[in-house]
C-alpha cells in the first residue's frame, strides 16, 4: 500500500478528478496535491473535499527542484501520479516555449526528485513505489481512415504540445532503463466531463451555444477524436496505479470515435432540448474557422491490452456522459463565469496566502 502520494496537476481538469478519487476512496493514504494554478488549475475545482483530512495542497512549480525535493524529503512519497501539463495545443503553437518547460523540465524535475530520494537502483527492484506518468494519445501522431493506435505504435507527434509529451515520455522510459526507476506510463485519448476549462472543444461550444455566440469548427470539422468521460479515465489511473506493471504502458481509450461536425451537431440537439430552443436553433451557431496548424486528422485507441490485463472499461455511453456533462455546465453557471473571468482563481489565491 503506497501510504502517500504525490499528484501533480490535481487542480486541473483531470487531476481534480483523480484526487477526488483517491481521497474518497482510500481514506488512509494521504494525498499532496501540487499544482501552480495556472490558468487552468481552479481550487473550486476541489471545494467538496479540500477539507478532508488526508488531503493536502500545495502552491507550486513542478520545475522548482528545490520544492520537489523538500516535499519528497517531507512525505516519503510512495508513488507519485504526474498529470501537471500545460495541455492545450492551439497554446502550444502560439507559446512553445511553456510547454517545453512545464512538459519536460518539469517531469524530469519530478524523475530527478524520485531518483534520488528512493535511491533508484538498477540493481533491486523498489517496493512500494511508483512513478506513474499520465500522456495522451497525440504522441503517436495521427491515423488515416483504418487502424487504432497501440502501446508499439511508434511516436510521431506533429504539435508542439505533444512533441513535448512525447519527450517527457521518453524521459520516463530512459529512467526506467538507465536508473531502475519504477514507473508507468498510460497514454488517453480526448476525456470530457465536469471542470473542463472552457477553452477545449466541448465545454467550449457549450459556454458558446448558452450564450449564443459562434461556436469554431476548424476546418471542415471532419477530425476525428476517440471521447471517454473524465471520471472513467480517473478510474482507469486507479487501477493502472494500483495493479499496473512495471515498465509497461497502458492505452486508455472510450472506443468512441466522433468527427467534429457530428459531435457539435449532437451537442447543438441536446442543447436545443436543455433550453427549450426550437431544433435547429443552436446548429446556426456552427461557424467554420481557419484550420489549426499541423491538425491530426484522426486519433483511435486500442485499450484491449488494458481491458484484458487489468479489467478496466468506459462505463458511460456517449449521449449518456455528453448529456451529464451538458446538464453539469447549466447548473454550475458560476464556475464557468468565473473560470472564464478569473474571478475564482484570484479568490482561491487570497485565500489560499491567507492561511
Ligand atoms: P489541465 O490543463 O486542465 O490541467 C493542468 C494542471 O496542471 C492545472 O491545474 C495547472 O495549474 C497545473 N500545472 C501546469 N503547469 C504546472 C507547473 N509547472 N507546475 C505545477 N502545476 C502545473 O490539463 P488536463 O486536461 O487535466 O490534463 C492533465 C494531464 O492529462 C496532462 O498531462 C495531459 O497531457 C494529459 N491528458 C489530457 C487529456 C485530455 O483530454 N484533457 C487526454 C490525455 C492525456
Ligand atoms: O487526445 C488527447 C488530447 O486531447 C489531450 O492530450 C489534450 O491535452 C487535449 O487538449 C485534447 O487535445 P485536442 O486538440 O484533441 O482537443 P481540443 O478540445 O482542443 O480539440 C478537439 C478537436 O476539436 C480538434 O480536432 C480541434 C477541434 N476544435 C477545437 C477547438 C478548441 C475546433 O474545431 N474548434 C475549437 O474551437
Known sequence: MKTTILITGGAGFIGSHVVRLFVTKYPGCRIVNLDKLTYAGNLANLRDIEKNSNYEFVKGDICDAGLVQQLFEKHDFGGVIHLAAESHVDRSISNPMEFVN????????????????????????????????????????????????????????????????????????????????????SNCSNNYGSYHFPEKLIPLAINNIKNNKPVPVYGKGENIRDWLFVEDHAK???????????????????????????????LCRIMDQKLGRVKGESAKLITFVKDRAGHDLRYAIDSSKLQRKLKWKPSLK??????????WYLSNEEWLTNVTSGEYKKYYELQYVAR
Open 102 to 185: 512545464t512538459n519536460v523540465i518539469g517531469t524530469v524535475t519530478l524523475l530527478n526528485a524520485a531518483k534520488q530520494h528512493w535511491k533508484a537502483s538498477l540493481a533491486a527492484v523498489l517496493k512500494g513505489r511508483l512513478f506513474y506518468h499520465i500522456s495522451t494519445d497525440e504522441v503517436y501522431g495521427t491515423l488515416g481512415k483504418a487502424g487504432k493506435f497501440k502501446e508499439t505504435t511508434a511516436y510521431d507527434p506533429h504539435s508542439p504540445y505533444s512533441a513535448s509529451k512525447a519527450s517527457s515520455d521518453h524521459f520516463v522510459r530512459a529512467y526506467y532503463d538507465t536508473f531502475g526507476l519504477p514507473v508507468v506510463i
Open 236 to 266: 482507469a489511473i486507479d487501477v493502472i496505479f494500483h495493479k499496473g506493471k512495471i515498465g509497461d504502458t497502458y492505452n486508455i481509450g472510450g472506443n468512441n470515435e466522433w468527427k467534429n461536425i457530428d459531435l457539435i451537431n449532437l
Open 318 to 327: 456517449f449521449e449518456q456522459g455528453l448529456e451529464r456533462t451538458v446538464d
